[in-house]
């Protein structure tokens, strides 16, 4: 008796990082948008290797100044952004507009967003929707959840209210 043999070879589109630990790795949520918590050198290295070409950390002076990031950027050939944002005294219209011109300047780029935990990279985008997107304050807070927003959303959903 032959026994016949069936190979299947099945082809996927691997993400540039998975998405089962949500915002531990990164996650994409757009087409050339990734956001995360704190990457670490491989994250960074396989972000590159993967095709990203930008990373914004919206890390703290002292959080940053902790890390060796940008030197792990750019050493792997990606621009590097700092847009310090040190906590809920740091979620301003000046650096909800300077996020927004990063993104804009490289929409056709691979981007990642990161902080610490993803809480502020998601508050930034849920201000970014309504205050310069119009989305009104249900919308805004729900993308704001899916790009890292917990703890912040209170002040947040004020800050969209006033």
């Known amino acids: 008796m032959r026994a016949i043999y069936l190979c299947l070879v099945v082809v996927l589109s ?13 996650k994409q949520v757009e087409q050339n948008l990734w956001v995360m918590g704190m990457p670490t050198n491989a994250d960074i290295e396989r972000f590159a290797e993967q095709g990203g070409d930008i990373v914004v950390s919206l890390l703290s002076v002292s959080e940053q100044s902790q890390t060796a990031e940008s030197t792990w ?10 847009i310090a944002i040190p906590g809920a005294e740091g979620l301003t219209f000046a650096k909800v507009r300077l996020l927004d011109k990063v993104l804009l300047e490289h ?8 902080c610490a935990s993803g809480n502020r990279v998601g508050a930034l985008f849920a201000l ?35």
């Open 73 to 82: 950027v750019t050493h792997h050939g990606m621009a590097f952004y700092h």
């Open 128 to 162: 970014r929707a309504a205050w310069l997107d119009g989305k009104d304050k249900e919308v805004a807070l729900k993308i704001g959840r899916e790009r890292g927003l917990t703890s912040l959303e209170k002040t947040v959903s004020e800050m969209i209210a006033q």
């Open 14 to 26: 691997i993400p540039l990082f998975t998405t089962a630990k949500g915002i531990e790795t990164a």
């Open 107 to 114: 929409k056709e780029k691979n981007v990642l967003v990161h």
